[in-house]
């Protein structure tokens, strides 16, 4: 149907994002800065497969400090992952980072994708923009972030706001909650949960293992992302993308150490200074705009996760999904049969428009290639 430019395409979202564009049928042009948050090993891990489509031009650049002229050209709908995440870190000096990262990045695509006249820009916004609200979260509740990390992904929401109104542009903001499943984030708890228990080392728990997530799986917040590219939506649409389901902290270490069949030893840390006690979205208003349902029971997504850790460790890298489930009223483009097209020698990077946007080469080994 058209094209996408996906950016944070090498991340744990944006890379699953964009084999699930890819197989409905979407050209995506991908952007990455392949940031060093966590090791860009994992990030070239997780496009390699989709990598050697023809359907996907990956592009490595960083939309702070680019020059994005001609990024945006025959592109039809923009989904802005790429960010910088994580709570602990966005305390003290490392906020310029994020306000680099989340905020400026983010006004910069904005102005690119207003003066492009883009149909649709979709940003990836956070359960963190919440803050003390009665629970389930819904989206009228006054945001207060308890984070410096929430205070940039809200500062975001507000520019994405403020480009629907002011400059006609077609937007929608997603707040996640809690996403996890395979290529999670070496920071986010089931992944360092996992490769505790895989050690036999204490799993790190900070506080006393009460805290509450409603944890929801990526192909279902990869599946309520592809819809907001084509749903009619009201104007600045902000919308919860939630399982609705929070469990404690325990309780998904009890679920992990049952599917891994070993005995959970945990080291108890100090609660963490802008950790929320407790999240619960309310997804209401996203099953009515996007007609989407969360599908995916916490048990299933896990041992999804696990075996990716397993299979990493065992020298099986890939672990593509499968196709994230549609809503009833999806109208995408065509959909593809044979799912990926796989052509193994093909690299699946283009340089796009005059900037200065570089060129990542992938496919052929490690090398990270700029012009
Ligand atoms: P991730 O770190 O795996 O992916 C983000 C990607 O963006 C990385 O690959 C990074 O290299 C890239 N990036 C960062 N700054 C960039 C820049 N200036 N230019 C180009 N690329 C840049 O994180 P994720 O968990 O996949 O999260 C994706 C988005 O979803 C983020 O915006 C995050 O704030 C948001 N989010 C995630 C969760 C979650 O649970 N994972 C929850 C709420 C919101």
Redesign the pocket.
Known sequence: MGCVLL??A?????SHLAEDLVRDGWSVRG?????D?YAPRQ?RDNVAAVARSPELHLIT????RDDLHGLLEGVDAVVH?????GVPASWGPGFATYVE?NII?TQRLLEAAAAAGVDRFVY?????VYGPADRPLVESAVPRPLSPYGAS?LAGEVLVGAYAQERGLSTVSLR????YGPRQ?PD?AAHRFIEALLDHRPVPVYGDGRQARDFTYVGDVVAATSAALVAPVPTGAVLNVAKGEPVEVRDLIAILAEELGVEPRIEHRPQRVGDTERTEGCADAARDVLRWEPVTDLRSGLRRQVEWHVGRRTGARSSRLEPSPRPASYAGPRATQSGVPSQPDAVGAQPVGAGSVGVVSIGDGDRLGMP
């Open positions: 950016t944070g090498a991340g744990f979202i944006g952007v990455d800065a392949f940031t948050t990030k650049g960083d939309l702070a992952l790429a960010g910088e995440p990262r990045a990836a916004s956070s359960s963190s992904k996640y909650f809690s996403v984030r986010m």
